[in-house]
Every structure is written in structure tokens, then in C-alpha cells.
């Protein structure tokens, strides 16, 4: 089945740090990619839409300058988080879509835990 | 406004009986709605979709049902086993012809020896 490779699975790293995170299709194309940020116990939250060369769109309270979201190939998104803090310390998850429309499934990567000191 | 809610408190059941989820919306009008597993420290793992013209789908031992009158579906596992145990979220799907997905926030099931 398809299969969504994410890269690091754990971070810890001193306030101040950029943090790159790299979401991977690996036997599928995936012209959007999906990022999510998840608290202890809570739901997935969506912070953007990763479109293949176009610009993210992401969703509302979202600091697009904060998270900087990349998508140069049908196969590999980024999310970069700048200058990261204490409070951008999360569970982030990516996800890809198979193409074909609605109803398609989304491929989860299996996150990664971000630990900022 | 919008919600999407499923049980909040975690489901504890025998290990051989029927686990019944539920995934509640408001306001909301999904043409599809899908049901992940997620495990502690993973990303979750797709399970089944169901369209908002179809009453019931099954997959081995999961059934699910999408009641758009009722603006709720019902997740159901038999013959459950300690294997099962794991958070299960609900998602809306095609919500005004988006790809995004909207997620509940789970409801964690522990199926006991």
C-alpha cells in the first residue's frame, strides 16, 4: 500500500533553532500534502496545504512566515519551523492524498516529536 | 457552529464483544467520511470510507455506518481482541468539494484480556 515516509521522527533543539521536517511519498505522487500538528490527547489540527509548485495555503491563525512549507517535487514536501520556541513544541504529522479527487484516503506519516529546550 | 465530536471518554470492553464507536457533526455537509487507527506516537492509519449514499460498509471485522439525517456515523469492531486497542478518530471528507479532512479528536479504545 502507499507509503508516507517522515523525517526526523524526534527533534530536541535549543530555543532559537529552524527545524526542517521532510515528507516523503514514496510509491505514490502526491501533488498535496497535508501538515498537521497534534497535542497530547487532542485531534489532528491542520496547519496547511502543501501544493506541488504553488505556494501552501495555510489555515486561519496559522504564521505562514513561522512555518515555512515547501513542495518541490510530486514526492517531497518540507515544513520548516523557524526560529522555533518552547511553544512550537508539538507532535507534527504530514500526510499525502493519492490523486484521483475526493475520496481518496490520506497516507499518514508517522511524525515527528519536535522538543524545543 | 461546527463541531465534530466523538466520545470523549475512553471505551473499555471484553475482549470477543462489539465495540461501538460514535463520530457526531453539526453543520457540517460531508460528501464522505473516513475512520483512521492511530497508535501512541504514530501518524494514523487509514480504515474505511464511506459515502454519504451509502448506509453501511464493512471491511472483515469493521463496519461502519453514515447516517447524514442523523449527522452521525458508528463505528463498530467485533470480535474484538487486545490487538484492537488504540485510538480511532472520524474525519469529514469533501467538506464543501475541499481535499482537506476535518478530524474529531478520538475516542481511545482498550479491549481487555
Known amino acids: 500500500g502507499a507509503v508516507v515516509s517522515q523525517h526526523p521522527s524526534r527533534v530536541i533543539c535549543k530555543s532559537g533553532t529552524s527545524v526542517k521536517i521532510e515528507c516523503r511519498s514514496l510509491?505514490?505522487?502526491?501533488?498535496?500534502m497535508f501538515w498537521y500538528r497534534q497535542f497530547p490527547k487532542k485531534s489532528l489540527m491542520l496547519m496547511a496545504t502543501s501544493n506541488e509548485g504553488s505556494k501552501a495555503t495555510y489555515e486561519q491563525g496559522v504564521e505562514k512566515d513561522k512555518f515555512l512549507i515547501n513542495h518541490a517535487s510530486l514526492t517531497l514536501s518540507t515544513l520548516t519551523v523557524t526560529s522555533a520556541h518552547p511553544e512550537d513544541s508539538s507532535f507534527y504529522i504530514c500526510?499525502?492524498?493519492?490523486?484521483?479527487?475526493?475520496?481518496?484516503?490520506?497516507?499518514f506519516g508517522d511524525g515527528t516529536r519536535l522538543s524545543i529546550l | 457552529s461546527q463541531k465534530i465530536e466523538q466520545n470523549s471518554e475512553a471505551l473499555n470492553i471484553q475482549e470477543g464483544k462489539t465495540a461501538t464507536l460514535t463520530c457526531n457533526y453539526t453543520n457540517y455537509s460531508p460528501a464522505y467520511l473516513q475512520w483512521y487507527r492511530q497508535d501512541p506516537g504514530r501518524g494514523p492509519v487509514f480504515l474505511l470510507l464511506i459515502r454519504e449514499n451509502e448506509k453501511e460498509k464493512r471491511k472483515e471485522r469493521l463496519k461502519v455506518t453514515f447516517d447524514t439525517t442523523l449527522k452521525q456515523s458508528l463505528f463498530h469492531i467485533t470480535a474484538s481482541q487486545p490487538a484492537d486497542s488504540a485510538t480511532y478518530l472520524c474525519?469529514?471528507?469533501?467538506?464543501?468539494?475541499?481535499?482537506?479532512?476535518?478530524f474529531g479528536s478520538g475516542t481511545r479504545l482498550l479491549v481487555r484480556p
Open positions: 474525519a469529514l471528507d469533501g467538506v464543501d468539494s475541499s481535499y482537506k479532512l476535518i
Open positions: 500526510s499525502a492524498r493519492e490523486t484521483g479527487g475526493l475520496n481518496q484516503p490520506q497516507h
Open positions: 510509491d505514490f505522487q502526491a501533488t498535496t
